[in-house]
């Protein structure tokens, strides 16, 4: 189509969209977010529905001044809530970075990285002129957590001049409403070392856009803020027809019939990786083959694998029926949990779910009926039983309250209506009541980021140290490793030999990294107290008469003897450099917790709780129960 609108930046857009195979659509939103930067906005919330190019709107003003040799920002610093989803974004941005050079020539010498606290030897620390990052190494990043060696405030010079966007801002909720609570005042301290900050969501509700203006206030430089809206009556969003039908009872009881009734690609959503696992098992014995089992506590390279079937499989705008690789629908079922609600951009027929918070239910339709011209169905299942254990009471109640067929279909393409819901359930009493149980932590979490510029930002990196503080959210992410069975036999063997509770293998550094960037998971722990035990099964190895932590670390070393010559492969291998894996064995999880902020040696994984069907993986389904 032709461009109708004004903006240099529509050219840098129309090129990325043209290299994802898709048609360009010229939003109104895009043209009001980029006039608000050029003015020089500090602080822009840009409210759009799932699939309406807020990426690229954002994305082309910062490309669109490479290509023409301008630098408004220092650089880009892309943020998203799970370390998936840099991944994906990663690529991404790769893709529109190549399409600019194909038609601009431009830009020459640009610099893609991405940094979420991975387990490689080196560290990006968030570095680059564009860098993709997770919300947690940014944070820990800025505050001085981690850092080049004594170079405490580097990170904050790189901030400083940037524009910093915060992506899939919803997908900070928790339980307590934590994470949201500090979010104003981090982004209050962005803003002060000179960010440009941009807060993107769907379902962005309207209580942490007044608690950010509040912070923002009492800051020394209170910038202009700006809400940015997609509005439908300006413009419809390039969407399907979407039905949502509200079921009772659970959706594992009712498995068969939506299987068999529903148009495919069906989208199965469990609340629970145990119960995504069950329903998964369920359809292989029922003879279904086109199934994919999707969830967070797969290893990263059979989960990156999965999600990659789903990448560049449609033009939304293209005839019925058009693929451009991915699976064949016509059958295909996918069972999931949560990790669907952002980043699989894939158009389902119909998708079925469990009741879940209003926020992520409205991500979750959103997965349904994504190309223009179709229709889709999507099935809640309103049994709140679905739900104990995994969200708040108070909030699956406000949720069940506000469920209504026509809003809920016209929320996926309505922000309006979107906010609407949100802002029901998220009222201030519910936001006070789940932050009631966490008050002493977000206390202590606060009173170190209210104060940090006035007070803190000189603090000697041994005290900063010591300042064991949640700065996103409360709990950890214990990172986890699962070893090939072979290695993992040896590594018991040496174990057992090992002195003072270590050993170490040797191994070619190419290896290890696979191991290290393939092969990990991560498991959410909850927050413990200064005297409680933490017990994780599916992280205890039975060595001689004890039971045992593996933490693991890695230590690069050059070949130096014929022994370790021998090790190679081949003669061609000779310059090959080779690796120390480091096992330290900890008898007491809970205190190795309690000395670091964010443990950043992973732990080794049981294999037999992790696992297979048939040599299908499926995951670290029970961690604290028992295995297979």
Request: glycine fraction near 6%; aromatic fraction near 8%; hydrophobic fraction near 40%.
């Amino acid at each position: 189509m032709s461009r109708t609108m004004t903006s240099p930046y529509w050219g840098v857009v129309e090129a990325i969209v043209r290299k994802r195979g898709r048609t360009l659509r010229e939003y109104p939103f895009f043209e009001g977010l980029w006039r608000a930067l050029d003015e020089g906005r500090g602080l822009i919330f840009l409210k759009a529905p799932t699939g309406a190019g807020k990426t690229e709107a954002c994305l082309s003003p910062f490309l669109y001044d490479l290509t023409s040799g301008e630098r408004r920002w220092h650089s880009m610093i892309y943020v998203l809530p799970t370390r998936s989803l840099v991944h994906n974004m990663f690529k991404r941005f790769c893709k529109a970075l190549r399409a600019c050079r194909e038609d601009f020539y431009e830009p020459k010498h640009v610099v893609i990285d991405y940094d979420y606290g991975g387990f490689l030897p080196f560290k990006p620390f968030i570095e680059g002129d564009i860098t993709v990052t997770t919300y947690d190494t940014l944070m820990y990043t800025f505050y001085g957590f981690r850092s080049y060696g004594h170079h405490l405030f580097l990170s904050i010079g790189k901030v400083a001049g940037s524009l910093v966007v915060l992506d899939e801002a919803q997908l900070l909720q928790d339980n307590n409403w934590y994470a949201l609570s500090l979010l104003p005042y981090h982004i209050a301290n962005l803003l002060v070392a000179g960010a440009t900050v941009l807060v993107m969501s769907a379902t962005l509700p309207r209580i942490l856009i007044e608690e950010t203006e509040h912070s923002v206030r009492i800051c020394k430089v209170p910038p202009s803020y700006e809400v940015i809206e997609a509005d439908p009556k300006k413009h419809d969003i390039s969407r399907g027809e979407l039905t949502v039908s509200l079921r009772d009872g659970s959706l594992t009881s009712s498995l068969s019939d939506v299987v068999e009734r529903c148009e495919k690609p069906v989208l199965l959503i469990f609340n629970t990786v145990e119960r995504a696992v069950n329903a998964y098992k369920w359809l292989k014995e029922e003879g279904h083959s086109n199934v994919v089992l999707l969830h967070s506590r797969l290893i990263r390279r059979v989960r990156k694998e999965r999600e990659t079937l789903f990448e560049e499989v449609q033009d939304p705008d293209g005839p019925e029926g058009e693929r451009r690789g991915g699976p064949q629908d016509q059958d295909l079922l996918v069972v999931a949990t949560q990790v669907v609600e952002a980043g699989i951009d894939f158009d389902f027929r119909t998708v079925a779910t469990e009741i879940c918070p209003i926020d992520s239910l409205i991500q979750r339709l959103g997965r349904c009926a994504r190309r223009s011209g179709t229709k889709g169905l999507a099935l809640v299942f309103k049994d709140e039983e679905q739900a104990e254990g995994v969200y708040p009471r108070d909030v699956i109640e406000r949720t069940s309250e506000v469920l209504d067929e026509w809003q809920l279909a016209e929320s996926v393409r309505n922000v309006g209506v979107a906010t609407e819901l949100v802002d029901k359930v998220y009222a201030k009493d519910v936001v006070e009541r789940l932050r009631f149980e966490v008050s002493s932590y977000l206390q202590g979490a606060l009173s170190f980021i209210k104060t940090f510029f006035p007070d803190q930002v000189y603090v000697e990196k041994s005290v900063l140290r010591k300042v064991a503080l949640n700065l996103v959210k409360l709990g950890m992410e214990l990172r986890c490793l699962l070893l090939p069975q072979e290695l993992y036999q040896e590594v018991l063997a040496c174990c057992e030999g090992g002195a003072k509770g270590k050993a170490s293998i040797d191994r070619p550094l190419r290896e290890c990294l696979e191991l290290l960037t393939e092969h990990t998971l991560s498991l959410s722990v909850p927050m413990i107290g200064p005297r409680e035990r933490m017990e994780i099964p599916s992280l205890k190895h039975r060595i001689g008469d004890k039971e045992y932590y593996l933490l693991l670390s890695l230590r690069t070393k050059e070949i130096r003897t014929e022994e370790e010559l021998e090790v190679a492969e081949d003669a061609s291998s000779r310059q090959e450099r080779f690796a120390t894996l480091e096992i330290t064995m900890v008898d007491d999880l809970s205190k190795l917790l309690s000395r670091d902020v964010e443990l950043v040696h992973p732990l080794i994984i049981n294999p037999y709780y992790y696992e297979e069907l048939d040599g299908y993986h499926l995951g670290l389904v029970k961690p604290y129960g028992k295995g297979q």
